[in-house]
């Protein structure tokens, strides 16, 4: 049985979830955990199994963060703190839907780590805070350019300014997670939102993915050049005319695949 500080298993559906697993540390990341976390990202970027991947907390929280009891270290912050870096990159940049399940708390580049993901669903008893500066700290963990693009310019200075806590309801009414259900309804909403994901052609996925993070970075002639490539990789896969197929038959949708059917 594997007894890491970060835990992964992958479902017959391809459902691959990731755990933090520190819950007595409130899953708060030491190095060796930074570490573990960057080798499993890569196993799972590299698995041709997953089609979309859950990234959890233990224990009944998240993740509060960098472990700061844990922070002395003779190296130079530098080289470090581009490993976790690293990390943040890994988890925006992997190729399939990525859901973040945040129950309890998400604190500092915990919060920062779940809105790295796509998508965050919450429990009604999540707790959220950019803790940086009343740590003497600025923010981090890609913090500075996600949380302007998902919560707007004015209200990502508050919660990196002020660093107030706020609740899964204020979240939600501002952006900053995309669902929020009771805690003992969050496991059975991720897992059917996680079984429709996989569920879907996974090449129109990943292109989808691509062009709407690449979007931030391009104008609308750039755009629509990539959406035009993106859709050409799209119609040389199986599914995209098996898709047509079953609409214009009003059938029930296939078993999608993401095979490439030029041979």
């Known amino acids: 049985m594997d007894t890491e ?7 017959p ?23 573990r976390l960057t080798a499993v990202l ?9 089609r979309v991947v859950v ?8 993740c509060t963060g960098a472990d700061v009891a844990k922070s ?15 990390v943040a990159r890994a988890i925006h940049d992997l190729p399939v839907p990525v859901i973040a399940k945040v129950d309890g708390v998400a604190a500092g580049a915990g919060l920062n780590m779940a809105l790295a993901c796509d ?39 508050r919660l990196a300014l002020l660093a107030e806590v706020i609740d899964a309801a204020e979240a939600e009414r501002i952006g900053l997670v995309t669902w929020v259900r009771p805690a003992d309804e969050l496991d059975a909403f991720v897992d059917e939102t996680a079984r429709r994901l996989a569920g879907l052609p996974p090449v129109a996925l990943e292109q989808t993915k691509a062009l709407i993070n690449s979007a931030v970075g391009v104008d609308l002639a ?8 993106a859709q050409a990789v799209n119609f040389a896969t ?26």
């Open 5 to 11: 500080s970060v835990l992964h298993s992958t479902s």
């Open 13 to 35: 559906e391809g459902i691959t979830t990731i755990t933090l697993n520190r819950p007595e540390r409130k899953n708060a990341v030491d190095e060796a955990m930074w570490r």
């Open 42 to 50: 890569a196993e799972t970027r590299n698995c041709p199994q997953t």
């Open 55 to 62: 990234l959890q907390g233990a224990g009944g929280d998240f």
């Open 72 to 86: 002395k270290h003779d190296e130079h912050p530098i080289p470090r703190l581009r490993r976790i870096g690293d």
């Open 119 to 157: 998508v965050v669903a919450a429990s009604d008893r999540a707790r959220f805070t950019e803790i940086f500066t009343k740590r003497g700290l600025s923010i981090d963990f890609g913090g500075s350019w996600l949380l302007p693009k998902i919560v707007g310019m004015q209200q990502a200075k």
């Open 222 to 229: 750039g755009a629509l050049r990539n959406e035009a490539a």
């Open 238 to 263: 199986e599914d995209a005319p098996a898709a047509f197929k079953a609409f214009l038959e009003k059938a029930e949708s296939p078993q999608y695949t993401g095979r490439w059917a030029l041979r």
